[in-house]
């Protein structure tokens, strides 16, 4: 189990009013930034406008309260979209409740596991495959309100979404592709112009100015959501079965992995720019408190956000009081300015939504795979198709399938077996092996050597038992040369012990010679290193040599005489 450190008591300590102003600054500002985001992100996961804010607004506290990192902001996320649209779908609103309680129980539990640093080895290629086919999904499903599209029936497949954008395209509402376009261009060219107010808080404004003072024919987030409230609901805890429960399970599991993921490469990330370092345990530990706490209230799934963290970090934040600010912030925005999000038009948001999702494809680093290992290129893919085509939890799973096999296929080739030996009646010229300390070794009659270079794990076990089939000759005596294995798992140590009873019964003598000490845990706890005998273990070849060539000596003798 770990300490439970969370930053913001530790910095607190040393806390000046300097930093509070350089973090009044940036939260208040990341809280204006995050607003907009929280309310697209909630219309594109299916629920209403408020829901975003909501989570914005007690994940962002939790996180900086509770959090590994100086500067995360937490908040609901577009790696969420696809999969809380799909629980949505499937169990209705209070099934995503109970999935996203699950899933802070399953990230609290990998904190307390310290299963921090481990997710952090999530394979890249999965990464951006997965990423890149959420980006793709949100950018489709934001096609049809960016251009006001009347489209009766949509189907629910990705290409059949298409079919029906170019059938109905006909009927597309030329003010909210206007409005659509304004919002992309202020996200677009506002930052270069050196704007500090974001594109998208600007876009708002704007657009909903234009519909409002010329009553534009288009759809609205009153319009099509009803009253927009401006209060934090009452808290109350959703109705859980064990037969709900059970169900839930799997996209539970997916939405802790995501939230793990983004959150720990946002910290990482944030580290890089910072020069600090984040606590990844606790920081999984208060990911998982606000994703138990957010659906009490009626909200989505949350986790560290990268775009909002930089963002944080580019405004000038020091502590962890900087994202406790950005949470007011958002707040003040719900009880004050709530009713008039009703007044946002749709397109505006569609617009906000392309946006994101273009910075989520990481497009270039997609092409880039194809100059990579062709392997990493196939799990790319594979995982980019089946996120599209099936589901994200079907994606993650068969991708990292897909990794391990290859990794073990790789692993497995980076080991080697080398074989030295010369039979009892070979009048040949002694064959020799070269020890770096020793030099060349002529090796003796009788005697045969195999040299294990890197794990011996399942995947080099059987291609070891292999080698011995087919080179054991006349010897009495078998040398194993383990100082290059780091490590022997079950498999291995099951060859070793077949290897043991095979040599027995040839009379063939089994010696270790330079056990690592990643080796030897195994070999003393399996009892292999009692069964062979400990006057046949030995540090170093040359003692080895000498036991060896005593036993082909004591053996010979009776044939000599």
Not at 157 to 175: D, E, I, R
Request: net charge neutral; aromatic share 10%; hydrophobic share 50%.
């Amino acid at each position: 189990m770990i300490k439970f450190k969370p930053k913001l008591f530790l910095l607190l300590r040393t806390y000046s009013l300097k930093q509070f102003m350089s973090d009044l600054s940036a939260g208040v500002i990341v809280g204006i930034v995050a607003m907009p985001i929280a309310l697209a992100y909630a219309i594109a996961s299916g629920v209403t406008p408020d829901v975003g804010l909501v989570t914005a607004i007690i994940a962002g506290l939790l996180v900086s309260v509770l959090g590994g990192s100086r500067v995360q902001i937490g908040g609901p996320s577009g790696a969420f979209i696809v999969i809380v649209y799909s629980v949505i779908e499937q169990h209705g609103l209070e099934g995503l409740l109970i999935t996203t309680f699950i899933a802070g129980v399953m990230l609290i539990l990998m904190g307390l596991f310290r299963m921090g640093t481990i997710i952090r080895f999530m394979p890249y290629p999965i990464v951006v495959g997965f990423t890149s086919a959420i980006a793709a999904i949100i950018f489709t499903t934001q096609v049809s309100p960016f251009f006001g599209l009347e489209i009766p029936e949509m189907s629910v497949s990705f290409t059949g979404k298409w079919v029906n954008f170019f059938q109905h395209l006909h009927t597309a509402n030329p003010y909210a592709v206007g409005l659509g376009m304004i919002t992309l261009l202020l996200i677009i060219f506002l930052p270069k112009m050196g704007s500090r107010i974001p594109g998208s808080f600007v876009a708002i404004i704007i657009t909903t100015l234009l519909v409002y003072l010329f009553d534009l024919p288009v759809e609205t987030l009153g319009s099509k959501y009803g009253e927009i409230s401006s209060t934090l609901p009452r808290p109350s805890f959703p109705g859980f079965t064990f037969e709900r429960v059970s169900m839930l399970i799997q996209p539970a599991f997916t939405i802790a992995m995501l939230c793990a993921i983004e959150s720990l490469l946002s910290a990482m990330v944030a580290d890089g720019y910072t020069g600090g370092s984040h606590r990844p345990n606790t920081e999984l530990i208060a990911q998982g408190t606000a994703n138990m706490m957010v659906p009490l209230f009626g909200g989505i799934p949350a986790s560290g956000q990268i775009a909002k963290t930089m963002t944080n970090i580019r405004r000038g934040a020091k502590t962890p009081v900087a994202g406790i600010i950005h949470s007011v912030v958002l707040l003040v925005i719900l009880l004050f300015l709530g009713r008039f999000a009703g007044l946002i038009p749709i397109a505006c948001m569609a617009g906000m939504l392309i946006g994101v999702a273009y910075k989520m494809s990481e497009w270039h680093t997609f092409v880039n795979f194809l100059r990579y290992p062709r392997s990493d290129g196939l799990v790319l893919i594979t995982t980019f198709l089946l996120t599209l085509v099936f589901d994200l939890s079907i994606a993650i799973q068969v991708g990292l399938l897909m990794a391990m096999v290859i990794f073990i296929k790789r692993f497995a080739e980076s080991s080697n077996i080398e074989v030295f030996r010369r039979d009892v009646n070979d009048d040949k010229e002694p064959e020799t092996l070269f020890d770096e300390h020793l030099g060349t070794i002529k090796i003796p009659n009788g005697i045969e050597i195999y040299e294990i270079n890197g794990p011996f794990f399942f995947g080099v076990a059987n291609k070891f038992d292999e080698i011995v089939r087919e080179n054991t000759r006349d010897i009495h005596a078998r040398i194993l040369r383990l100082r290059k294995v780091p490590f022997i798992d079950s498999t291995g140590l099951n060859n070793l012990e077949n290897l043991l009873q095979k040599s027995k019964g040839e009379k063939i003598q089994l010696i270790f010679s330079g056990v690592h000490p990643g080796a030897m845990k195994a070999l003393e706890q399996s009892g292999l290193i009692e069964k062979v005998g400990r006057e046949n273990v030995f540090d170093d070849i040359a003692p080895a040599l000498l036991r060896a060539h005593d036993i082909v000596e004591e053996k010979e003798k009776p044939l000599r005489t």
